[in-house]
């Protein structure tokens, strides 16, 4: 890929911190590392007629993204900084690297709305407002709210804008597995665009990282990790189905919606508690999801769900390092979970990429983020 035009620049940010305490985190510890140097994408496997290349590389720990009113794209790290990306000749790859913001506390989470993009750190949610026009001159930030835990463990947030028109944040649990002392953590809270009217929309919510609303219901999907340290094979990782609110997903009492927790489960009544759409891989980290809305790849894509797979850190045998599909009836059903793209995770167990986020751009092609290799990559079908 030829080189970015890198802009330096920063937006004057002091993070708010309180005291930390409990870190335990799902995704964290290395696991052993392969070398692919650029980015091998020819060890990519992909269903026939699909292709993937470089969107942009050299952002180290690319998260989240979002696509601006204008074709800018947004990418959160779980690093202190965000980056903007313009692609200016339209020829499908970014020209231009922005540093947007730095000194931030892990602002994983990025979302857009009328101009503005919003921003989520561990503790707080900012906004830079007309920012595709500020690119080289961010604007000061606007607290949106800052009455977040601080708890780093789970502490970094995917946020998005709902049909509603409100912001969806969710709260995760401050440790693997216990019952904290503050209610909203292992929440969804929703909140209007400047904070106001914040409610709790879901509970029993361990750590999702990436979630979106069916185009044609309007409901929303969310992923979550399941807990560590009760074997290779257990608990599976979930997918979410939310079609009102008030619902509680179990956590920590029951996992996947039929698995009592050995310790909080005692007693548990597990269907009392929404159970997960369908089960994924235990300990793939399924983080990034999206409803398919382009019209690129093919009819049998369509209305589909594609799903990041960070990949596991503590399994005896690594699983995930994958975009998956999720296919469903279109009546609140998953009927298959299938592998979509591999190989970023070698034979040999050793990992080069890690995907996170997954987005559908304008012209129906897959953006996929890597927070291992620092790079989004764009896949496309017959062309």
Known sequence: MRPLTAHRTTASL?????????ASCSEAGPAARATAPDGDLGKISLPPGFSISYYADRMPGARSMRLGDNGTLFVGTRGDKVYALRDVDGDYRADSLYVIATGLDMPNGVAFRDGSLYVAEVSRVIRLDGIESRLSDPPTPAVVTDTFPSDRAHGWKFIGFG??????VPVGFPCNVCEPDEDICGTIVRMDPDGGRAET????????VGFDWEPTSGVLWFTDNGRDRMGDDIP???LNRAPSAGMHFGFPYCHAGDIPDPQFGQGADCD????????LGPHAAALGMRFYTGAM??????GQIFIAEHGSWNRSTPLGYRVMLVTHDGEG?????????EGWLEDNGARWGRPVDVLVMPDGSLLVSDDEAGAVYRITYGR
Do not use: M, Q
């Not at 049909?163 to 969806?168: A, C, I, N, Q, S």
């Not at 009392?272 to 089960?279: G, I, L, S, W, Y």
């Open 272 to 279: 009392t508690f929404a159970a997960p759409v369908r089960k």
């Open 333 to 341: 059903h998953a009927t298959s979970y299938e592998v979509f793209a």
């Open 163 to 168: 049909p509603d028109g409100r912001l969806y």
């Open 14 to 22: 002091v993070t708010l911190l309180a005291p930390l305490i409990l």
């Open 236 to 238: 599976p990782d979930e």
């Open 297 to 302: 790849f093919p009819e049998k894509y369509r």
């Open 201 to 208: 929309f879901a509970r029993g919510v361990r750590n999702t």
